[in-house]
Nanobody, 120 residues
Framework: QVQLVESGGGLVQAGGSLRLSCAASGRTISRYTMGWFRQAPGKERTFVAAINSSGGSPYYIDSVKGRFTISRDNAKNTVYLQMNSLKPEDTAVYYC?????????????WGRGTQVTVSS
């Protein structure tokens, strides 16, 4: 089993930055494709970004390309999502996911999420 704990969320003004972290425990995630998803109020959870096991081939939804960067440190068993130039529409609970069959899913393990709120 893999336990995932997200951190780094918070309240930020539009144009600001946040760095989310996803710390894994219980098992190494070094062989897993890792992803970030988000769920805005009243909406379904949607894919944001993913990265392969070696840290290459990052993939993003169009709306975050050029603003968000996914990365990983397998030695620390941690995945990151650097979010710059944040917009109010980025407001959501952000979830980390591990063991993706494909970049868009399905994923085997999920964290509980961290709230990101972007004020205008």
């Amino acid at each position: 089993q893999v336990q995932l704990v997200e951190s780094g969320g918070g309240l930020v003004q539009a144009g600001g930055s946040l760095r989310l972290s996803c710390a894994a425990s219980g098992r190494t995630i070094s062989r897993y494709t890792m992803g970030w998803f988000r769920q805005a109020p009243g909406k379904e959870r949607t894919f944001v970004a993913a990265i392969n096991s070696s840290g290459g081939s990052p993939y993003y939804i169009d709306s975050v390309k050029g603003r968000f960067t996914i990365s990983r440190d397998n030695a620390k068993n941690t995945v990151y999502l650097q979010m710059n130039s944040l917009k109010p529409e980025d407001t959501a609970v952000y979830y980390c996911a591990a063991d993706g069959r494909r970049y868009l899913g399905p994923y085997g393990y999920w964290g509980r999420g961290t709230q990101v709120t972007v004020s205008s």
